[in-house]
């Protein structure tokens, strides 16, 4: 088997496109298309870039899951924005001690979702270095909080969403919860989805938790229609 097309074979064993090996080799795509089509051959030793290839495949596997449909059923959640320098811990600790306080952590395996906040102006960001983050907490049917005038209440539809797996996301949080939702949109435009917006649904939003001693973070876009959904996911 030729160079090209162990190079071809990897890349595909491991799912991963041509725009997303480019990216991890630091070349073109147009390269890796020469590559793999014998057009170009790599200036490293044959050996050396096959272990690279494999190495560099087999690590990004690791950090992430496959892309999957989940249908998410109604419910209802209570959130607050924070727009600071730090929002994501601010918000989050805001939401933790208003669950501690109603009850909330006693009642039921509270979940907290997140997502960014866009309405944030240039000039905020620039001259304040301030950005916004939503906090939320997916409340249990019949919860009804002792202080509900510290946060909005807000009731989310049945939808279908595109969802993948980050492992350890914060050692690299500012490249791999990016390159998350960069894997899921070329998956959507791969497959035809289209992105809807509703406004009783969230268009996306991160969900962090523990599974055998690890961090993960599932990233959830909504998308338009479903063909292929089999996996079923609840919050209440």
């Known amino acids: 088997m030729s160079l090209g097309k162990n190079i071809q074979y990897l890349r595909k064993q491991q799912?991963?496109?041509?725009?997303?090996?480019?990216?991890?080799?630091?070349?073109?795509?147009?390269?890796?298309s020469k590559w793999e089509a014998d057009e170009v051959?790599?200036?490293?030793?044959?050996?050396?870039?096959?272990?690279?290839?494999?190495?560099?495949?087999?690590?990004?596997s690791e950090i992430y899951s496959e892309i999957e449909i989940r249908t998410v059923k109604p419910f209802r959640m209570a959130q607050y924005v924070m727009v600071t320098p730090n929002p994501e811990d601010d918000a989050n600790a805001y939401m933790d001690r208003w669950a501690?306080?109603?009850?909330?952590?006693?009642?039921?395996?509270?979940?907290?979702?997140?997502w960014d906040f866009p309405f944030v102006s240039m000039e905020q960001q620039a001259r304040f270095g301030l950005r916004g983050y939503v906090a939320a907490y997916i409340l249990p049917e019949g919860f009804e909080?002792?202080?509900?005038?510290?946060?909005?209440?807000?009731?989310?539809?049945?939808?279908?969403?595109?969802?993948?797996?980050?492992?350890?996301?914060?050692?690299?949080?500012?490249?791999?919860?990016?390159?998350?939702?960069?894997?899921?949109?070329?998956?959507?435009?791969?497959?035809?989805?289209?992105?809807?917006p509703n406004e009783n649904v969230l268009g996306c939003f991160e969900y962090v938790y523990d599974k055998?001693?690890?961090?993960?973070?599932?990233?959830?876009?909504?998308?338009?229609s479903v063909s292929k959904a089999g996996v079923f996911t609840s919050f209440s």
Do not use: W
């Open 15 to 32: 799912k991963v496109t041509q725009e997303q090996l480019a990216e991890r080799m630091s070349v073109s795509r147009q390269t890796i």
């Open 41 to 60: 051959v790599p200036e490293l030793d044959t050996c050396k870039l096959d272990t690279l290839v494999r190495d560099d495949l087999l690590a990004y």
């Open 100 to 114: 501690e306080r109603t009850g909330l952590f006693k009642v039921a395996d509270a979940k907290r979702i997140g």
């Open 145 to 196: 909080p002792s202080c509900p005038e510290m946060v909005n209440f807000v009731e989310q539809e049945e939808a279908d969403y595109a969802v993948i797996t980050i492992y350890d996301p914060f050692a690299a949080a500012f490249e791999r919860i990016p390159n998350a939702y960069k894997r899921i949109m070329e998956y959507l435009e791969a497959n035809g989805f289209k992105e809807k």
């Open 212 to 224: 055998d001693g690890s961090t993960c973070m599932d990233v959830y876009i909504h998308v338009d």
